[in-house]
């Protein structure tokens, strides 16, 4: 039972760890670990989205590349985040290696992150998932293939202390043209078919998040019913008792998650299911302005989205 009285950012989560010695993969790989948190059902599990921008940056006049691992990792455990979806990452065999950077970098930290899984995509900005807990199956879909859209969407299946959450990670098309924008319609109309096909009914009280940068960048991207937004919280239908959520439009709208010199907007979300946003409210969510990177620029010219749920709030883990 939820603790009204106590905002949950202010919950700690567990702190006993034991040795854990197995991962599986699936079309996308996870990581082995070596410890797992065990969370009591009344703490707080903090899951976040950021694209990383690379988790580099290079000076244009001196061609100087500044790697930014050890910075992302120190922010993570600052904001003591437990699940994360990252966009614009490169992983092994492209040419930065992210993941297992970020997880050394981490490991070092004193905030291990143990649990892998990504998603190559025909550009070079990948995805991947970091977590604290296993994911117990993980799988790329959505190729883009003969798809109008340009990158897969990454989905991941995590064992919190034996209650389960799904995670989508997805990176839409950018760009404010007529073609781009169909893109991002027909990836929304696909996932939130997708994900009615996968779940039927069990939609409503499944613990999904869909999280990444979707481009929302356009007024078309937020039309009702029939924009990029609306059909991600499969609002494209009749049917409201599964309708999703976007926690940060809701509570903390206007404010924006990408900032740059030219515009703002609103591109990133954490859209939770039914079941989620029944339990969730204004204290859950927070957008995080990306730290100082320590050359005078910041980590990310996106902000970080981070939702506080309970892990009561979870469903048991199927067995």
């Known amino acids: 039972m939820k603790c009204k009285a106590i905002p949950r950012f202010a ?39 950021w694209n990383v921008h690379d988790c580099s940056a290079s000076n244009k006049k001196t061609g100087q590349t500044f790697l930014l691992h050890a910075q992302i990792a120190r922010t993570l455990h600052e904001l003591k985040i437990d699940i994360i979806a990252l966009q614009e990452i490169q ?42 807990f296993p994911i117990a199956q993980n799988q790329v879909v959505l190729e883009p293939s003969k798809a109008p859209w340009p990158r897969p969407v990454l989905e991941a299946h995590i064992n919190v202390a034996g209650w389960e959450l799904v995670l989508y990670n997805a990176h839409f ?41 979707f481009n929302t960048i356009m007024p078309e991207d937020m039309a009702p019913h029939t924009g990029t937004l609306d059909m991600l919280q499969l609002r494209d239908n009749e049917d409201p008792s599964d309708d999703f959520l976007s926690a940060n439009l809701k509570w903390r709208y206007p404010e924006p998650t990408f900032i740059s010199t030219r515009y703002s907007s609103i591109t990133d979300h954490l859209i939770i299911s039914p079941a989620l946003a029944a339990n969730a409210g204004k204290n859950d969510i927070a957008i995080v302005d990306a730290p100082d990177s320590g050359y005078g620029f910041p980590l990310s010219d996106h902000k970080i989205l981070i939702l506080s749920l309970l892990i009561s709030d979870l469903p048991l883990l199927s067995r």
């Not at 790989?29 to 969370?39: N, T």
């Not at 319609?185 to 994900?195: E, I, T």
């Open 91 to 132: 992983v092994e065999g492209r040419k930065g290696a992210d993941i297992q950077l970020l997880q050394n970098a981490l490991e070092h930290e004193g905030w291990p992150m143990s649990y892998a899984a990504w998603a190559k995509s025909p550009q070079a900005d990948d995805l991947a998932i970091l977590s604290r």
């Open 173 to 213: 098309k950018a760009f404010d043209d007529a073609k781009s924008l169909a893109a991002r319609r027909a990836q929304a109309s696909a996932l939130a078919s997708l994900l009615r096909a996968q779940y039927g009914d069990r939609i409503k009280r499944a613990a999904i998040i869909l999280a990444g940068d």
């Open 11 to 49: 919950l700690a989560a567990g702190a006993a760890l034991f040795l854990w010695l197995s991962c599986q993969s699936a079309c996308a790989q996870s990581a082995h670990a070596e410890s797992i948190p065990q969370a009591p059902p009344q703490a707080a599990l903090r899951v976040a989205t």
